[in-house]
């Protein structure tokens, strides 16, 4: 399933700013909506100004975007996301729209995972109980205030019959010093009353790369198998199971260059996205955090998902 280098198309690029980790949803008026990390050209991630609200864009084809006014922001009298929000997920559910997003507080090196909701997609209620969900200390290295970085980011929701939902997140395995990383589920028929399932994929700190965790997975249920999709090392990797809740011991392959990807269908169509940086900057060593969205196709075969350009 190793794929080269193939072409993608930028498609959105707002002025004077980035796109990074992100999500895609189709509105109830039938448009495409983008919600994404969004911060001024050039800024690191816990700059004072930068990735403190979402940015939003919409779209009839998924090619020409328009921006909209940035949604939800930080709120600096809480204790979970005083300083920055990291990486918005969107699913629907019987007509509301559920955005998970990560909660920053760098003086207690703490991510937690939070909720908002809407029903047009442009207004946005925060959860009145953030954050819903932060891992189990029982596996998890997850101790707020503790001058270790607690690690609960970059959310990604399948629905499941069984499960109802699975959520996945980074985090990091406990005990190990950091030598493993993890990408964790819970488990959820409701989308706000979340029961960790555990570390689903567990994998080496990978030191000599430009991603030493593992990032931004996403989740694609096709034919009784899961494809799983994350960053790690220097590109996406691709690892398929049976079990949604188990992956570690899957063999994985490098899959793309691209950055932060979003795999996803419309309109019988499937796609893959990449953000933030130029495509062969592979190590993030001089375009990152400068660029905007690129999407590309991708064609399901026997042995999986092959990247076609467009």
């Known amino acids: ?60 084809d998924l090619l020409t975007w328009e921006p909209r006014p940035d949604v939800l922001a930080v709120d600096p009298a809480s204790r979970h996301e005083t300083h920055h929000l990291f990486a918005p997920y969107v699913v629907e559910r019987e007509g509301v729209y559920y955005l998970f997003y990560s909660g920053i507080n760098t003086d207690l090196k703490m991510e937690s995972m939070c909720l908002a909701t809407s029903r047009d997609l442009y207004t946005w209620e925060k959860h009145p109980h953030n954050p819903v969900f932060r891992p189990s200390t029982s596996w998890a290295e997850y101790r707020p205030g503790s001058g ?75 034919d009784g198998l899961y494809y799983l999709f994350y960053k790690h090392r220097d590109g996406t990797r691709l690892a398929v199971s049976d079990n949604p809740l188990r992956f570690t011991d899957q063999e994985d392959v490098a899959f793309s260059p691209a950055h932060a990807v979003e795999v996803f269908e419309a309109e019988g169509r499937w796609y893959m996205s990449h953000c933030s940086c130029d495509l062969d900057d592979v190590e993030h060593a001089y375009s990152d955090r400068t660029k905007g969205l690129w999407l590309t196709g991708v064609e399901w075969e026997q042995d999986g998902p092959r990247v076609v350009g467009w």
Request: glycine share 8%; with cysteine; hydrophobic share 35%.
């Open 1 to 60: 399933m190793t794929n080269q280098p193939s072409p993608f198309r930028l498609v959105y690029q707002p002025e004077g700013r980035y796109v990074n980790d992100h999500s895609f949803v189709r509105g109830p008026d039938g448009r495409w909506h983008l919600f994404h990390i969004v911060g001024p050209t050039g800024r690191g991630c816990y700059d004072v100004d930068a990735e403190i609200s979402f940015g939003h864009a919409v779209s009839t």
């Open 148 to 222: 270790t970085w607690g690690c609960c980011r970059d959310p990604h929701v399948l629905p499941h019959p069984d499960y109802g939902y699975v959520l996945y997140y980074v985090t990091w395995i406990k005990d190990t010093h950091f030598r493993l990383v993890a990408l964790g589920a819970a488990v959820s028929d409701n989308l706000v009353s979340w029961q960790d399932a555990g570390p689903v994929m567990i994998r080496e700190f990978a030191s000599d790369y430009s991603t030493t965790s593992m990032e931004s997975p996403c989740v694609v249920a096709r």
